[in-house]
């Protein structure tokens, strides 16, 4: 992957909000993962067009005083190893 | 509602008893035979609306093999509209490109197909009917359509040392992930335990070539091994604990806590067609009976473990000690882990012999359990 590879959530793999944990959680098959609100911003603006550099772009501008590079590319990299994105 | 118990996150729907197959490890009743009433079409629908509302996400479609019921589609279909994740968890026969591509469409997110082995003879027998060649193209099917695709392989002592083949058929059928799981020991199982449980030197060998596995195909494929816990010192930590986050609704409509529990008699199970589920999760005797740790007795009342395994599995305890409250007998510290160290020492001396007569899960052997346990 490159910083301007487009990003698509994996097959079998849904983001959704769930009330009753009061969090998103990603759903797959037999399984899920309760994310936290940061991850879960990241992964709403994974849509099989934007890349890294995209969504850290949007990012930034929602959140202008956080310096939210970093933390973007680190989770976008766990997110890749373990299957949820690619 | 209670305000420290939280709702339900997965809601197991076994939508039948009834299976073409026969396979003498079946997470079924033994007696099932006896629960021949089934839920029909809106009553499912109605009792996946409660867990939905209750919290429930995950959702199985299990049996008996869920194909059998006709109106799966629908119920698929209503369930996708609730925002359930949505398995299927089938033996793959009755399945025909037809129907997955019905499925899919009505919205099915994942299909978990079983395999009894790796190859026809063996599985076939397992199976006690001809299944292997159909599951294999029932397998290409479905990734053909475009599914995410788990292969379960229960392992047991025919086919244990086989666990490579196994693993390499999954990878031909490119399964995205494969449970290697080996057998736990209730109902059916447990009766068979003597032809199934493998030796000490069996499972070593299998887990060592799960991790080679593991390790050289990770980017195609996810293999999980499933440790026998006949093997361990400590328990499993059982469904997370009773009552945690596990719901099981049988055919009948009995709401269970885990899949075997129905075997205790000292419980009334409550009905969905009688209750709310609601009541169900938060209010009955049932699901109240083993949660938490007030239920506790010694060795698990005062051990540090109990926060982490909650004394292991209540079904494997009432089927080997009689009373569902004391310690998983897996546990080294319980007074009856003798029972199964001597099932091991068994599995450990006894040859090859096919004069073992396997008990399948068939109507015919059910109906003898009902009868010997009536009398
Ligand atoms: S374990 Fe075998 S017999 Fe039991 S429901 Fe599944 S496929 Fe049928
Ligand atoms: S004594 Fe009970 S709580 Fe302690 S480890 Fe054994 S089963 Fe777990």
């Not at chain 1, 793999?13 to 759903?27: D, I, K, M, T, Y």
């Not at chain 2, 009552?243 to 129905?262: E, M, T, V, Y």
Request: proline share 5%; charged share 25%; aromatic share 10%.
């Amino acid at each position: 992957m490159t910083e301007n590879t487009p990003l698509k959530i994996n097959t079998g793999f849904r983001l959704q909000w769930e009330p009753a944990q009061e969090s998103h959680v990603l759903l797959y098959p037999e399984g899920m993962v309760k994310l936290s609100s940061a991850a879960a911003e990241i992964l709403g603006l994974v849509d099989g067009q934007r890349s890294l550099i995209d969504i850290t772009h949007l990012l930034s501008e929602k959140f202008p005083e956080a310096d939210l590079a970093e933390d973007v590319k680190e989770f976008v990299e766990v997110a890749i190893t373990k299957g949820w994105i690619s | 509602m209670s305000k420290d118990i939280d709702g339900p996150r997965w809601l197991l729907a076994e939508l039948t008893y009834k299976c073409p197959l026969q396979c003498p490890y079946c997470s079924n009743p033994t007696d099932y035979t006896k629960y021949s009433s089934e839920l029909t079409t809106s009553e499912w629908i109605s009792t996946m609306r409660q867990a939905r509302d209750l919290g429930a996400v995950q959702l199985g479609f299990s049996g008996g093999e869920p194909l059998v019921r006709t109106d799966l589609e629908q119920l698929v279909e209503a369930a996708r509209e609730m925002g359930f994740y949505t398995n299927l968890i089938t033996s793959g026969v009755g399945m025909d490109a037809e129907r997955v591509a019905r499925l899919k469409q009505a919205g099915l997110d994942h299909i978990q197909i079983s395999f009894q082995a790796s190859d026809e003879v063996l599985n076939d027998r397992f199976a006690g009917t001809r299944a292997f060649q159909h599951k294999k193209e029932m397998a290409r099917e479905v990734k053909a359509q475009g599914y995410p695709m788990v292969l379960n392989f229960v392992l047991y002592r025919d086919n244990i040392d086989r666990v490579e083949e196994i693993m390499d058929l999954a990878l031909e059928l490119e399964a995205d992930q494969v449970e290697l799981a080996n057998t736990q020991y209730y109902g059916w199982a447990l009766h068979n335990r003597e032809v199934l449980l493998p030796t000490k030197d069996q499972l070593v060998r299998a887990r060592a070539s799960a991790e080679r596995y593991q390790d050289e195909y990770k980017d195609q494929c996810r293999f999980i091994y499933v440790i026998p816990d006949y093997y361990e010192t400590r328990p499993k930590a059982c469904m997370s604990g009773w009552g945690k986050i596990f719901l099981n609704i049988a055919p009948d409509g009995s709401a269970l806590p885990c899949q075997g529990a129905r075997q205790m008699a000292h419980i009334d199970f409550p009905n969905v067609r009688d209750v709310s589920l609601e009541d169900i999760w938060f209010g009955s005797d049932a699901f109240n009976v083993y949660r938490g740790e007030s239920w506790m007795r010694d060795p698990c009342r005062t051990c540090d473990h109990r926060h982490e395994d909650f004394g292991g599995c209540r079904c494997q305890a009432y089927q080997l000690t009689g009373d569902a409250r004391n310690a998983d007998p897996v546990c080294s510290l319980s007074p009856d882990h003798k029972k199964i160290t001597q099932a091991v020492t068994m599995a450990q001396n006894q040859q090859p012999d096919n004069s073992v007569k396997v008990a399948f899960r068939n109507p015919k052997n059910s109906k003898l359990f009902e009868r010997s346990e009536a009398g």
